[in-house]
């Protein structure tokens, strides 16, 4: 309508005989329609936010929240290679990945009684927790839901989060729920049996001292190392057993206590299945109930608390309602452990005699006790495993010929 108005002006002007007064009469109406034509935007752009913000409002809604803990070792790797942008994309998640220290500067202990004077040697572990504490207090800041938080690993990542499960350090409400990938607390590799002896050997490799008694002074071996440079410290020829680690979590008394790295697993299961109860239980205990097509829904979204874990399963992982609040999804990846393998092996394989050579190399490494046993029991489940891939692959090839 003020447009209308205005544009009219402009035309009547026109109708004036005289040059001055119509052009003094344009430049008045013109002058109208810009103040004119300013308002109506600024009563647009104002409406226009105000609408925004009720929308904003209508339509908050807190995301679950990824934490993904990297793999690969104890040793080494990074969180920064792993981009999430296309699972919080597809998911609708939020996804956050995070560096923790490695190595001798997470994991050095040097402590030879940690069940008389206990102290703190999982750095690592403590870097997690301490993530952990900060996507509480900021990830809604980023659209997640506190309360909805899974961490997720693969390999030695699998394995830290195993120990947060069950370490008394952690606090409880921190997350709701794992993935484990190819890893758990219970992996012959994912503890370091005799940490003293490697920090040993470092103190040596570095040219610190060793006490007397270990027993009662072995934070001087932990003082000396904490006054020589990385470089030097890094440089220490340190080498673990094949498939093992020289520096990984070990029991330290705090983070990891004695009998708290590995829980008996039947124990678990019964202690789940009583609170598994009609009385009041987290959730369900059993394993595996094949494909579910809601999946991410159901496991990451499920509208807080732990809720069933019955309706959560998805081929071939399996589900336990872990410790005393935690839900776990574990399983095994495509390439399993095959960054370890050479380029050649990976392209052509490896005879009987080179396979048997790292099984034997493996068992010796990890166990102490039954080694045949366990090398004849591997062995004939891998032949098994092969001539059944063999047999598959047949199929499928004949049923692509027809």
């Known amino acids: 309508m003020y447009l209308c108005v205005c544009i009219h002006d402009i035309l009547y002007c026109f109708s004036h005989s005289f040059p001055y007064i119509r052009k003094y009469c344009i430049e008045n109406a013109c002058k109208q329609l810009v103040v004119k ?31 993904f803990v990297h793999g690969e070792s104890f040793e080494w790797s990074s969180g920064n290679p792993y981009d999430g942008s296309v699972l919080a994309s597809y998911g609708e998640v939020v996804v956050v990945t995070l560096n923790y220290r490695l190595g001798i500067l997470g994991f050095l202990n040097a402590n030879p009684n940690p069940l008389i004077h206990a102290r703190v040697a999982n750095y690592g572990l403590m870097d997690q927790i301490a993530a952990l504490h900060w996507i509480q207090q900021n990830i809604q800041k980023f659209g997640g839901d506190p309360n909805l ?3 997720a690993g693969h390999g030695t990542g699998a394995a830290c989060i195993s120990y947060l499960m069950a370490t008394p350090t952690m606090v409880r409400g921190l997350f709701q729920r794992t993935i484990l990938m190819s890893g758990s607390a ?8 005799d940490p003293v002896m490697f920090a040993i050997k470092l103190a040596r490799e ?10 009662k002074h ?19 020829d340190i080498q673990a057993p094949t498939f093992l680690s020289s ?80 839900d776990v999804l574990f399983g095994v990846v495509t390439g399993e452990s095959i960054w ?12 009987g005699e080179r396979r048997d050579k790292i099984i034997r190399t ?19 489940i891998i032949i098994v495993m092969q001539f059944t891939v063999y047999a598959n692959q047949s199929i499928n090839n004949r049923n692509r010929s027809n």
């Open 206 to 215: 570095v040219n610190c001292s060793i006490p007397e008694d270990i027993d």
């Open 149 to 151: 938080v899974t961490l």
């Open 340 to 351: 370890r393998f050479s380029a050649h092996d990976i392209q052509n394989g490896f005879e």
């Open 247 to 326: 520096f990984g979590p070990s029991v330290d008394g705090v983070v990891i206590r004695s009998g708290h790295s590995n829980l008996d697993i039947d124990d678990l299961i019964a202690r789940n299945s009583k609170r598994s109860s009609p009385t009041g239980g987290s959730g369900s205990s059993s394993f595996g109930n094949g494909g579910n097509s809601n999946f991410g829904s159901n496991y990451f979204g499920n509208n807080g608390g732990s809720g069933s874990s019955g309706s959560a399963y998805s081929n071939g992982g399996g589900f336990i309602t872990a410790g005393p609040h935690f």
């Open 218 to 236: 072995h934070e001087q071996i932990v003082d000396c190392l904490r006054e020589i440079s990385l470089e030097e410290l890094y440089a220490a």
């Open 37 to 67: 034509l300013c308002l109506l935007f600024c009563l647009f752009f104002f409406f226009l936010c105000i609408l925004c913000i009720f929308a904003a409002g209508a339509s908050e809604k807190k995301l679950p929240v990824i934490v």
């Open 362 to 380: 493996y068992v010796r490494n990890a166990y102490n006790y039954h080694l045949n046993e366990i090398f004849y029991t591997v062995s004939s």
């Open 186 to 193: 219970y992996a012959s590799w994912s503890l370091v049996d």
